[in-house]
Protein backbone atom coordinates (compact mmCIF):
# COMPACT_ATOMS: atom_id res chain seq x y z
CA UNK A 1 0.00 0.00 0.00
CA UNK A 2 1.37 3.27 -1.05
CA UNK A 3 2.46 5.91 2.12
CA UNK A 4 0.78 9.01 1.84
CA UNK A 5 3.54 11.89 1.05
CA UNK A 6 4.98 13.35 3.58
CA UNK A 7 3.67 17.09 4.16
CA UNK A 8 5.80 19.84 2.89
CA UNK A 9 5.83 23.48 3.96
CA UNK A 10 4.47 26.00 1.05
CA UNK A 11 5.31 29.27 0.53
CA UNK A 12 2.38 30.56 2.44
CA UNK A 13 2.86 28.53 5.36
CA UNK A 14 2.40 30.30 8.82
CA UNK A 15 5.86 29.42 10.67
CA UNK A 16 5.55 30.73 14.42
CA UNK A 17 8.82 32.41 13.53
CA UNK A 18 8.52 33.61 9.87
CA UNK A 19 10.20 33.67 6.97
CA UNK A 20 13.12 35.24 5.49
CA UNK A 21 10.85 36.81 3.29
CA UNK A 22 8.01 37.98 6.24
CA UNK A 23 10.01 37.61 9.14
CA UNK A 24 8.55 38.18 12.72
CA UNK A 25 9.10 40.51 15.34
CA UNK A 26 7.90 39.97 19.11
CA UNK A 27 8.24 43.20 21.84
CA UNK A 28 7.10 43.98 24.69
CA UNK A 29 5.30 47.20 25.61
CA UNK A 30 5.01 48.78 29.11
CA UNK A 31 2.73 51.98 30.67
CA UNK A 32 2.69 53.27 33.59
CA UNK A 33 0.90 56.32 35.09
CA UNK A 34 0.70 57.97 38.34
CA UNK A 35 -3.01 59.30 38.75
CA UNK A 36 -4.85 60.96 41.83
CA UNK A 37 -7.13 58.30 43.52
CA UNK A 38 -10.58 58.45 43.05
CA UNK A 39 -12.18 56.99 46.38
CA UNK A 40 -11.14 56.58 50.06
CA UNK A 41 -12.14 53.10 52.07
CA UNK A 42 -12.88 53.62 56.17
CA UNK A 43 -13.94 50.81 58.40
CA UNK A 44 -15.72 51.30 61.12
CA UNK A 45 -16.13 48.72 64.12
CA UNK A 46 -18.47 49.34 66.67
CA UNK A 47 -18.39 47.32 69.98
CA UNK A 48 -20.23 46.96 72.74
CA UNK A 49 -19.69 44.69 76.03
CA UNK A 50 -21.80 43.99 79.35
CA UNK A 51 -22.68 40.97 81.54
CA UNK A 52 -26.05 40.78 79.81
CA UNK A 53 -26.57 39.18 76.94
CA UNK A 54 -29.73 41.28 75.23
CA UNK A 55 -28.40 44.70 76.78
CA UNK A 56 -25.03 43.92 75.43
CA UNK A 57 -27.15 43.56 71.63
CA UNK A 58 -28.81 46.51 72.43
CA UNK A 59 -26.07 48.70 72.90
CA UNK A 60 -24.54 47.61 69.99
CA UNK A 61 -27.86 48.36 68.04
CA UNK A 62 -27.70 51.93 69.06
CA UNK A 63 -23.90 52.35 68.58
CA UNK A 64 -24.07 50.91 65.33
CA UNK A 65 -27.44 52.73 63.92
CA UNK A 66 -25.24 56.17 65.27
CA UNK A 67 -22.72 55.93 63.34
CA UNK A 68 -24.95 55.02 60.36
CA UNK A 69 -26.92 58.20 61.02
CA UNK A 70 -23.78 60.08 60.93
CA UNK A 71 -22.59 58.53 57.55
CA UNK A 72 -25.73 59.23 55.77
CA UNK A 73 -25.72 62.71 57.13
CA UNK A 74 -23.14 63.47 54.53
CA UNK A 75 -25.03 62.38 51.46
CA UNK A 76 -23.90 61.93 48.15
CA UNK A 77 -20.15 62.34 49.59
CA UNK A 78 -20.50 58.83 50.87
CA UNK A 79 -20.78 57.03 48.00
CA UNK A 80 -21.33 53.30 49.25
CA UNK A 81 -22.09 51.85 52.39
CA UNK A 82 -21.52 47.91 53.24
CA UNK A 83 -22.35 46.10 56.51
CA UNK A 84 -19.33 43.51 56.53
CA UNK A 85 -19.98 41.27 59.37
CA UNK A 86 -21.33 41.11 63.32
CA UNK A 87 -20.32 38.93 65.90
CA UNK A 88 -22.12 38.91 69.41
CA UNK A 89 -19.68 36.25 71.10
CA UNK A 90 -19.82 34.71 74.89
CA UNK A 91 -16.70 35.07 76.90
CA UNK A 92 -16.18 32.70 79.81
CA UNK A 93 -14.86 32.90 83.21
CA UNK A 94 -12.08 30.46 83.02
CA UNK A 95 -11.80 26.78 82.76
CA UNK A 96 -12.70 24.63 85.40
CA UNK A 97 -15.73 23.77 88.04
CA UNK A 98 -17.29 26.66 88.19
CA UNK A 99 -17.21 27.75 83.81
CA UNK A 100 -19.66 29.81 82.96
CA UNK A 101 -20.51 33.17 80.87
CA UNK A 102 -18.84 36.37 82.45
CA UNK A 103 -19.15 38.54 79.52
CA UNK A 104 -20.27 39.35 75.85
CA UNK A 105 -18.73 41.52 73.21
CA UNK A 106 -20.64 42.09 70.04
CA UNK A 107 -19.02 44.25 67.14
CA UNK A 108 -20.25 45.74 63.62
CA UNK A 109 -18.43 46.13 60.81
CA UNK A 110 -19.47 48.58 58.69
CA UNK A 111 -17.26 49.53 55.10
CA UNK A 112 -17.86 53.04 53.80
CA UNK A 113 -17.03 54.69 50.32
CA UNK A 114 -16.03 57.98 50.60
CA UNK A 115 -15.97 60.13 46.86
CA UNK A 116 -15.07 63.83 48.21
CA UNK A 117 -12.22 63.85 50.21
CA UNK A 118 -12.91 67.37 51.79
CA UNK A 119 -15.11 65.35 54.23
CA UNK A 120 -12.72 62.71 55.29
CA UNK A 121 -10.90 64.24 57.75
CA UNK A 122 -13.96 65.79 60.15
CA UNK A 123 -15.49 62.75 59.33
CA UNK A 124 -13.05 60.55 60.60
CA UNK A 125 -12.53 62.26 63.88
CA UNK A 126 -16.09 62.38 64.62
CA UNK A 127 -16.24 58.90 64.03
CA UNK A 128 -13.28 58.02 65.85
CA UNK A 129 -14.51 60.43 68.80
CA UNK A 130 -17.76 58.57 69.36
CA UNK A 131 -17.42 55.38 72.11
CA UNK A 132 -15.86 51.91 71.46
CA UNK A 133 -15.55 52.70 67.90
CA UNK A 134 -12.34 52.05 65.98
CA UNK A 135 -11.24 53.11 62.44
CA UNK A 136 -9.20 51.53 59.70
CA UNK A 137 -7.95 53.67 56.65
CA UNK A 138 -8.01 55.88 54.74
CA UNK A 139 -7.39 53.11 51.55
CA UNK A 140 -7.21 55.32 48.90
CA UNK A 141 -8.24 53.68 45.15
CA UNK A 142 -9.51 54.14 41.74
CA UNK A 143 -12.39 52.81 40.64
CA UNK A 144 -12.88 49.99 38.27
CA UNK A 145 -14.24 51.70 35.54
CA UNK A 146 -11.73 54.48 35.59
CA UNK A 147 -10.64 56.10 32.23
CA UNK A 148 -6.99 55.90 34.03
CA UNK A 149 -7.07 52.18 33.11
CA UNK A 150 -8.11 52.98 29.44
CA UNK A 151 -5.52 55.47 29.81
CA UNK A 152 -2.67 53.00 30.66
CA UNK A 153 -3.48 50.51 28.16
CA UNK A 154 -3.52 52.28 25.05
CA UNK A 155 -0.21 53.98 26.07
CA UNK A 156 1.27 50.30 26.50
CA UNK A 157 -0.10 49.51 22.45
CA UNK A 158 1.60 52.64 21.36
CA UNK A 159 4.70 51.37 23.13
CA UNK A 160 4.94 48.33 21.86
CA UNK A 161 4.54 49.35 18.13
CA UNK A 162 6.73 52.33 18.54
CA UNK A 163 9.56 49.61 19.51
CA UNK A 164 8.31 47.47 16.91
CA UNK A 165 9.26 50.14 14.79
CA UNK A 166 12.57 50.88 16.21
CA UNK A 167 13.42 47.63 15.71
CA UNK A 168 12.54 47.33 11.63
CA UNK A 169 14.16 50.27 11.13
CA UNK A 170 17.21 49.29 12.61
CA UNK A 171 17.36 46.55 9.83
CA UNK A 172 16.11 48.70 7.10
CA UNK A 173 12.78 47.10 7.58
CA UNK A 174 9.20 48.35 8.12
CA UNK A 175 6.24 46.81 9.91
CA UNK A 176 3.69 45.17 7.71
CA UNK A 177 1.16 43.51 9.71
CA UNK A 178 0.26 42.70 13.47
CA UNK A 179 -0.09 38.86 14.00
CA UNK A 180 -0.84 39.35 17.66
CA UNK A 181 -1.68 41.62 20.23
CA UNK A 182 -1.61 39.54 24.06
CA UNK A 183 -2.82 41.66 27.30
CA UNK A 184 -1.49 40.45 30.32
CA UNK A 185 -1.89 42.23 33.75
CA UNK A 186 -3.36 45.37 32.92
CA UNK A 187 -4.43 48.19 34.72
CA UNK A 188 -3.47 46.56 38.20
CA UNK A 189 -2.43 49.52 40.62
CA UNK A 190 0.95 48.20 42.22
CA UNK A 191 -0.08 50.25 45.43
CA UNK A 192 -3.26 48.37 45.50
CA UNK A 193 -6.00 50.13 48.72
CA UNK A 194 -3.22 52.27 49.81
CA UNK A 195 -3.30 54.01 53.31
CA UNK A 196 -0.53 56.31 54.55
CA UNK A 197 0.96 55.57 57.93
CA UNK A 198 -1.02 52.47 58.69
CA UNK A 199 -3.54 55.17 59.81
CA UNK A 200 -5.85 53.10 63.01
CA UNK A 201 -7.79 55.35 65.49
CA UNK A 202 -9.93 54.02 68.23
CA UNK A 203 -12.74 55.82 70.04
CA UNK A 204 -12.71 56.44 73.95
CA UNK A 205 -14.62 53.89 76.10
CA UNK A 206 -18.06 54.27 77.28
CA UNK A 207 -18.19 58.28 79.38
CA UNK A 208 -14.93 59.16 78.27
CA UNK A 209 -15.88 60.58 74.89
CA UNK A 210 -15.00 64.89 74.83
CA UNK A 211 -18.55 66.39 75.02
CA UNK A 212 -16.83 68.87 71.97
CA UNK A 213 -16.32 67.59 68.09
CA UNK A 214 -12.19 67.32 67.81
CA UNK A 215 -10.35 69.13 64.70
CA UNK A 216 -10.46 67.33 61.32
CA UNK A 217 -7.11 65.21 60.54
CA UNK A 218 -5.60 66.70 57.99
CA UNK A 219 -5.53 63.51 55.38
CA UNK A 220 -3.33 63.57 52.00
CA UNK A 221 -4.67 61.62 49.43
CA UNK A 222 -1.95 59.17 47.81
CA UNK A 223 -1.19 58.84 44.55
CA UNK A 224 -2.16 55.45 42.31
CA UNK A 225 0.79 54.05 40.11
CA UNK A 226 -1.15 51.91 37.19
CA UNK A 227 0.34 49.78 35.09
CA UNK A 228 -0.20 47.37 32.21
CA UNK A 229 1.91 45.74 29.72
CA UNK A 230 1.09 43.60 26.50
CA UNK A 231 2.95 41.68 23.99
CA UNK A 232 2.77 41.86 20.17
CA UNK A 233 3.57 40.28 17.39
CA UNK A 234 4.34 41.81 14.19
CA UNK A 235 5.45 40.86 10.45
CA UNK A 236 7.74 43.35 8.55
CA UNK A 237 9.37 43.44 4.92
CA UNK A 238 12.50 41.52 4.34
CA UNK A 239 15.52 43.05 6.55
CA UNK A 240 18.21 44.69 4.47
CA UNK A 241 21.16 42.77 5.63
Not at 157 to 171: C, D, H, N, T, W
Not at 174 to 191: G, S
Not at 211 to 218: I, K, M, Q, S, Y
Request: hydrophobic share 35%; proline share 8%.
Amino acid sequence: MDQPPHPTHSATTHLPYGTPDSPRLAVRGEARLEVDPEIARLRISVTARGTDRRTTLDDLTTRNQHTLELLKSYGPAIEKLATGGFTLTPQLTPKGRNERIRAYHGTVHTTAVIADFTILGELTTRLADQDLTSIDGPWWALRAGSPAHRQVRQKAVKEAVRRAREYAEALDARLVALIELADHQADTPTTGFSRPGGARMRGATAGGAAPDTPPALDLEPQRQTVYAHVNARFTMTRPEL
